[in-house]
Each structure stands twice: as C-alpha cells, then as structure tokens.
C-alpha cells in the first residue's frame, strides 16, 4: 500500500487529475509535504526514523481529523540535509541547495494546480531552518501562495509528562522519545537489545552556548556520540511511545485547522 501510515482518502497521489480539477474551495485546501531524511539513529533503530515520524504522526492526525476540512497528504520526501551524521553508514543526504530547489520545484508543481495553502512537515531536527528558508522564498514569489514550515515537534505536546528535564534538552537522536515513538509505530524494527544510553560529550558547562539552543554552535555528530545516540534509549517503552503519538497528532489536529481557517494578514 503506497498511502502506508495515512488514511487512503486522504493521500493526494490517490486523486485523479480529473479530481484535483474538480475539488471545492481549492485555495483553502491544506497540502501537507512530510518531510523526513534517511540517517542513522543509533545501532537500535533504523534510518528510517524521521520519515517514519512524519507520516506516523500525520496519518494519525488525518484519521482524527474532520472530514469537512479538507486536506491532503503528499508523499513523504525521504531525503534531507543529514550530513551531521555522514560519518555513520547508511546516512543519505541531500545539499541544502539541492533540498531548496526539490521544495520550490515541488511547491510551484502544487500551485500550478490551484492550491494555495502548502505545510512543510518536516521531522529532521537538521532543516528546520531549510524549511523556513524555502518557504519565505515560495512565498514572496507567489505573494497568494501561503506556505508554513512546521516543525512537528513544535506542536503542543506531553513529552514533558514523559521524559525528563534531562532527557528533553540532552536525549535530541535516538533517545527515549524517538525510541518509544518507533516502539508505537514500527516495533517490529526497533532492536531494544542494542539500545544504548549516550549523552553529548564535551559540551561546554556553564555557557550561554548550546547544541540547539537559542545561541546553538555548529557540531557533527561522530564530535558528541560514538554510537550515534544522543539519550536514554534504554529507557524507552510502547506505552510513552503510544501516548506521545496521541498527543503529538492532537496536537497536529488543531494545526491543521489553523491552517485551513488562515488568512494571509494584509493592509
């Protein structure tokens, strides 16, 4: 099944042309662009992770989701900006500039057909700045065009329930919360025998600087990890994991209906 994690009447590449010509209120129809990457993450899950996150959570959200507000999930783009982790096998990574240019080309496609509201979902904690980026761009090209680089953590959630303080700032790659999601949505692929617990070595003690923090400093992951895990991976289970999705989807549910009730602000 090509649709995988989303509801089959709400993946766009099952519409014909005939309708996607046809569909009412097209310029408050929301497209969503999963955006994931292909990377390590750790020796206990596979590298499908971020792209795993983004269709689980968005399949999960669009099953909740009412059937009046309509909106669509595009296929997932697998690959992203991962060379923090290019010195671990199996990690596949575009350019910023290729990933940029895969974005407007993908967005003028979805404006061509009259579309006017396009969500950048993307679960890499290595682009949300790529996101932001190709979105002013799109936008200031298509000034009727709105597009909204989210972030799918950013969304309101109870991972602070959860986790702790520790393993929220520090547990950023394949730590407890990736790990028990993984462990809700793909348990036959995770290998809990291998996990490990790693946190960041080196960081600098006692400073305004951090990893991703409001004054973040640029790292490569083989620099803080030898495993490639940054968390308590051991920690993690299928009930955290099956409570985060719920909540993390809600949390997608109301964005999505922001998005379709949004007005662009004008004079």
């Not at 989701?65 to 992203?80: F, H, K």
């Not at 109301?254 to 004008?266: E, L």
Request: net charge negative.
């Amino acid at each position: 099944m090509l649709h995988g994690f989303i509801p089959a009447d709400r993946y766009f590449p099952y519409l014909t042309w005939t309708d996607i010509e046809s569909l009412p209120d097209k310029e408050n129809t929301v497209i969503i662009q999963p955006v994931g990457a292909i990377e390590q993450h750790g020796p206990h899950l596979p590298i499908a992770v971020d792209s795993a996150i983004s269709l689980g959570v968005l399949g999960r959200a669009l099953t909740k989701l009412e059937d009046s507000i309509p909106a669509y999930a595009l296929p997932c783009l697998y690959y992203g900006k991962s060379n923090e982790h290019w010195s671990f096998p199996g990690t596949i990574t575009l350019s910023a500039e290729t990933l940029l240019k895969v974005l407007r080309e993908m967005a003028e496609s979805i404006y061509r057909s009259g579309f006017r509201k396009l969500v950048l979902m993307n679960s890499h904690g290595g682009q949300p700045q790529i996101m932001e980026i190709a979105a002013r761009d799109i936008h200031q090209r298509y000034p009727d065009f709105l597009i909204f680089p989210l972030f799918t953590w950013r969304v309101p959630h109870n991972a602070g329930e959860l986790f702790s303080e520790y393993e929220l700032e520090y547990g950023i790659h394949a730590g407890d919360a990736e790990t028990s999601l993984l462990l809700s949505l793909l348990p036959e692929q995770v290998k809990m025998e291998r996990a490990v617990k790693e946190y960041p070595n080196g960081l600098p003690e006692d400073s305004l600087l951090s990893m991703e923090g409001k004054l973040p400093f640029a790292w490569l992951t083989r620099e803080l990890s030898r495993s490639g895990v940054m968390g308590d991976a051991t920690a993690a289970t299928r009930e955290k994991g099956d409570r985060l999705l719920e909540s993390v989807s809600d949390g997608w549910v109301q964005t999505i209906r922001d998005v379709y009730r949004f007005r662009q602000p004008a004079f």
